[in-house]
């Protein structure tokens, strides 16, 4: 043990052969956690503790692994710096490079003191692997900023042995090194050559590179060493950036991916794309990939909206550290289609037309009015004229009466909106008519008649077809004869009566006072309008 002792006085390493370790340690002194080889030079001792405020003083003492206790140190280390701090209370301290004339693992005693003067001894607090360490030296990565010509790194090393006492080093030739790169994910062992250089290359997407020897003599690790690829400007050439179409249509948005190395614009390749609706709150994207050319095509039906804007974006996952992820807008505006989606068009016996029909829009949300023109032609070909226009909602069923006319089309007609870019539409045409009648020929007399006499009301019930030429008789059908008092603005129904076949009809009342007479054919069917007669006053004396 003389021996050994003899040739440890160094800076921070000082002999002390008679010092005995106290047996106990205060109670409120530091707390020894561990003493152990630091992992990048056996030589140095790291010593963990538990503490509260500050340390002012660490001592280690050194005694071959075996040895009792009570055996003197062969080397007292005193020159601790602090290293590392895990939390406010839990930190640790190295010390400087120990020189002992022999390898082997050593015990630890710790003794340490706080800056209040409490002290905590700790024996067998760990051991000092105090032996031929393999290290990796001159770990380096070319190049650290690849770019995307240049994806493929290389890392480059040697493998030595460290003597700890004389810090001399030799090669580890055939010695296994495992080369780290993208922040571990890609390993790549390797196999020293006789000098112990060793070499590996991978083509890498970034992150942290490091090499690890683990093997007979140890463990080794490198620090690790930043690879931060450099991202190349990009840019999408579309064939097209703004398109019209109207809803429904398919729109095809193509182009090409390019980068930009030393000043020149090339395409890029193998590169997946998606295209979706800017800014989506509800996103369904559309995705493809570049080909060789790198070109790239979306096909997409557009919403909706009178204005759509997609977005054309590189995907970032798989996230591609090489290039800018740059993005193009694609403007689309939509043009909305509308169709009457029912129509009708009654004509009654007073040749009053009632409209009823729904106006729907396809490509635009919400609810928007509209003005529909209600139009009549006579042949249902040409002469089209508005007889009335009417707003109304989308969706929703909308009703109008207005004078008609006793034959010709009806349709309705929407102009469309050029600030709100929606087609107009125009429904199918409906013919609407009935047959004219008339009461030829009405008369009532005689005039003047004595009160008391006949007052005999005659005439002919005449129909006029749709599309005849000529009145005829309109016989079996019922004539209601009226009458209206002198003065009065009220007409009474006198008596209802039977046209014969050749539409003649005759009725005799008794005349009370003066009036006026007219026959009426009131209740016509579906086909035929109402007809009267002449008004025919007659005095009664």
């Known amino acids: 043990m003389r021996q050994i002792a003899r040739g440890l006085v160094t800076a921070g390493a000082v002999l002390v052969g008679t010092l005995a370790i106290p047996g106990t340690a205060h109670a409120a002194g530091p707390t020894v956690k561990d003493a152990y080889s630091d992992g990048r030079d056996w030589s140095v001792l790291d010593v963990r503790l538990n503490y509260s405020g500050s340390i002012d003083k660490i001592t280690a003492r050194l005694r071959p692994v075996g040895s009792s206790e009570s055996d003197a140190p062969v080397a007292t280390i005193t020159d601790f710096t602090h290293k590392y701090d895990y939390s406010s209370w839990d930190g640790t301290w190295a010390s400087q490079p120990i ?8 015990t630890v005693d710790v003794e340490a003191t706080d800056s209040s003067g409490e002290t905590t001894v700790q024996q067998n607090a ?10 990796i030296t001159g770990f380096a990565v070319t190049p650290t900023e690849p770019d995307i010509e240049h994806k493929t790194v290389t890392a480059t090393g040697d493998m030595v042995v460290r003597d700890p006492s004389t810090r001399d080093t030799v090669p580890l030739p055939g010695a296994t090194v495992d080369v780290a790169f993208d922040n571990g994910s890609k390993d790549t062992p390797t196999v020293t050559d006789d ?28 620090d690790v060493v930043d690879v931060w690829p450099q991202a190349a400007p990009t840019r999408f050439v579309l064939d097209q950036s703004d398109f019209h179409v109207t809803i429904g249509d398919k729109i095809t948005v193509a182009g090409t991916l390019q980068y930009q190395y030393d000043g020149e614009w090339k395409p890029l390749t193998g590169t997946p794309l998606e295209m979706d609706y800017k ?8 995705d493809t990939t570049t080909d060789a050319n790198g070109r790239f095509s979306f096909e997409r039906t557009p919403f909706g909206a009178a204005k759509n804007v997609y977005e054309i974006a590189i995907l970032t996952s798989p996230f591609n550290p090489y290039i800018v992820h740059t993005t193009a807008d694609v403007t689309v505006a939509v043009t909305a289609t509308t169709k009457f989606s029912s129509f009708t068009a009654s004509l009654d016996k007073y040749a009053e037309v009632t409209i009823n029909g729904t106006l729907d829009v396809t490509g635009r949300e919400g609810r928007n009015s509209a003005n ?10 040409t002469g089209w004229t508005t007889q009335k226009t009417l707003k109304v909602i989308f969706g929703n069923d909308f009703s109008a009466r207005l004078p008609g006319y006793t034959d010709g089309y009806w349709r309705l007609h929407y102009a469309g909106s050029t600030t709100e870019d929606i087609k107009g539409s125009i429904s199918n045409s409906l013919r ?6 008339r009461v030829k020929d009405a008369n009532a007399s005689p005039e003047p008649v004595y009160k008391g006499r006949t007052i005999t009301v005659k005439g002919v019930l005449q129909e006029h077809k749709v599309g005849a030429t000529s009145w005829n008789a309109y016989g079996d059908k019922k004539v209601q004869i009226l009458f209206r008092p002198k003065g009065k603005t009220t007409w009474y129904l006198m008596a209802t009566v039977t046209t014969q076949s050749n539409g003649s ?23 035929h309008f109402v007809g009267s007669g002449r008004e025919d006053f007659v005095d009664v004396r």
Do not use: I, M
Not at 199 to 216: I, N
């Open 126 to 135: 760990g051991t000092l692997h105090y032996q031929k360490q393999p290290v």
């Open 505 to 527: 009809f005759s009725k005799g009342f008794k005349a009370q006072q003066d009036g006026t007479w007219v026959p009426v054919y009131l209740y016509p069917d579906s086909k």
């Open 372 to 381: 529909v023109d209600v139009q009549y032609s006579v042949n249902g070909k």
């Open 432 to 437: 609407r008519n009935r047959a004219l009648t």
């Open 195 to 222: 000098a112990g250089h060793f070499s590996a290359s991978r083509e890498t997407t970034g992150g942290w590179a490091r090499a690890e020897y683990d093997g007979d003599l140890g463990f080794f690790t490198t």
């Open 99 to 106: 020189h002992l004339d022999t390898l082997g693992d050593y």
């Open 279 to 286: 800014d989506c709150s509800t996103c369904s994207p559309v």
